[in-house]
């Protein structure tokens, strides 16, 4: 199925990430990673985490995407990778993709 996943920072002053996370998040690498077993579309989820005052996910190493792929199999999830026709890739907050991985999808 196809879900949300979203990313937002956690607050630096706690001790632990998983205590700065709100509650049903996931905390990894002072990250905090919600994932929704609805199933939305890449624009619908796009817009739901925006609501959450989050975005779709930047996956920033091979270490955490190795994490990530190894938490969430079998299923399909979005991450904030998005293009513009016969652009570069970006990832959601505006950083550009630098192809260290294969990207499927349009």
């Known amino acids: 199925p196809l879900t ?3 990313i937002k920072p956690c607050l630096p002053c706690h001790s632990t990430v998983s205590a700065a996370c709100p509650d049903f998040w996931i905390g990894y ?3 905090c990673f919600y994932v929704s077993k609805e199933e939305r579309n890449w624009y619908l989820s796009l817009k739901i985490c925006s609501s959450l005052n989050a975005s779709l996910a930047a996956i920033d190493t091979q270490k955490e995407l190795d994490f990530w792929v190894h938490m ?3 299923y399909h999830y ?7 026709v016969n652009q570069t890739w970006k990832w959601s907050n505006g950083t550009e993709f630098k192809n260290w991985f294969p990207v499927q999808g349009e």
């Open 4 to 6: 949300v996943f979203i």
């Open 72 to 74: 969430l199999y079998p």
């Open 78 to 84: 979005w991450f904030g990778l998005s293009r513009e």
């Open 29 to 31: 690498r002072r990250k």
